[in-house]
């Protein structure tokens, strides 16, 4: 991936083990209880795979959910991964699958021993994504697919990086979404749009979700 949007942020309110939180949520009704699958303990573990284009609002949005969960919770944040996981790694196709396949099995290990995981990460590749979705089919832990739908025009006009203006200033290109492919979700777990809601309710978008499937 080649953008997130800010520094992970932890809950640190109770010990626990590193890079872990302890965090308390208020109760949330579950508006996908209707479809969701059987409910599992709030101790498995799962990952919520956050993504969409650089701006979309990603990290934010996990950061937010972090302090409203009452479990274990770690949030991944693509750019972070990239800058001390995936060092050297440049933005050839090849490059950002590794990239997002490091994520994805450091996410699937943390799930499959009973955290839930929020990544942001903007995963622009259909297959790739399907790819981390196995990693977790085969440590079995959970896996929900989150499309954080901000239009590509939101998300240049917020431009948290500044990523959008260089890439129209030619100073770099390859910018997923202008000059580089993202191929959205077909069936995502759930579709997030933050351009249209304040970050509350797209957080409680989440928690139901969560609570739905018996995550929260």
């Known amino acids: 991936t080649d953008v997130g949007l800010s520094t992970t942020q932890r809950n640190e309110a109770h010990p626990a083990p590193a890079r872990t939180a302890m965090q308390r949520a208020p109760a949330h009704g579950g508006l996908l209880t209707a479809t969701a699958p059987p409910a599992t303990t709030v101790g498995t573990g799962a990952t919520v795979w956050l993504t969409g284009l650089p701006s979309a609002g990603k990290t934010t949005l996990a950061t937010a959910l972090a302090t409203e969960l009452h479990r274990p919770v770690e949030v991944l944040d693509g750019d972070e991964v990239r800058e001390f996981l995936s060092k050297g790694l440049g933005f050839s196709r090849e490059d950002r699958d590794t990239n997002v396949l490091r994520i994805g099995w450091v996410a699937a290990g943390l799930a499959k021993h009973g955290v839930l995981v929020l990544a942001s990460v903007i995963s622009p590749y ?32 917020r431009d948290v990086k500044g990523l959008y203006a260089r ?5 770099l290109s390859g910018l997923t979404g202008v000059d580089a492919p993202y191929e959205p979700p077909t069936a995502p777990d759930a579709v997030v749009r933050t351009h249209e809601q304040h970050l509350d309710e797209s957080v409680a978008q989440l928690l139901s979700l969560l609570t739905g499937r018996g995550l929260a």
Do not use: K, M
């Not at 259909?126 to 499309?147: M, N, P, Q, W």
């Not at 890439?167 to 100073?171: K, L, N, Y």
């Open 126 to 157: 259909a297959e790739t994504r399907d790819r981390v979705r196995a990693l977790h089919t085969d440590r079995g832990a959970g896996f929900l697919e989150v499309h954080v739908a901000t239009p590509v025009e939101v998300c240049s006009a």
């Open 167 to 171: 890439q129209a200033a030619g100073e």
